[in-house]
Nanobody, 122 residues
């Protein structure tokens, strides 16, 4: 059974850093297109960062210069390094795979992890 498992969330103060991980079990998703999304209750799930099979990346404007998406093919794991965190980064973060199109559009992805909570206090 294919499974995506996120970890690394937590509570930090503004300006701090966190690294999220997404382990892919049962499929070599890590070699294809994978992405990070986030969602705040009552709001739409939004794309944060995406990485394709040749490690080209794209970011939401709100996180450019602060977040970095990367992967370890040998460990079948996707990462999101988050620096200079702001209170507005507070959200549940999800990794996603099995994309129709490699994008930051949530509708293009068919497989999702359970999410990991990130809370940034001011």
């Amino acid at each position: 059974q294919v499974q995506l498992v996120e970890s690394g969330g937590g509570s930090v103060q503004a300006g701090g850093s966190l690294r999220l991980s997404c382990a892919a079990f049962g499929h070599t998703y890590i070699t294809y297109c994978m992405a990070w999304f986030r969602q705040v209750p009552g709001k739409e799930r939004e794309g944060v960062a995406v990485i394709d099979w040749i490690s080209q990346t794209n970011y939401a404007d709100s996180v450019k210069g602060r977040f970095t998406i990367f992967k370890d093919n040998a460990k079948n794991t996707l990462y999101l390094q988050m620096n200079s965190l702001k209170p507005e980064d507070t959200a549940m973060y999800y990794c996603a795979a099995d994309a129709v199109v490699c994008s930051l559009n949530k509708f293009d992805y068919m497989n999702w992890g359970q999410g990991t909570q990130v809370t940034v206090s001011s």
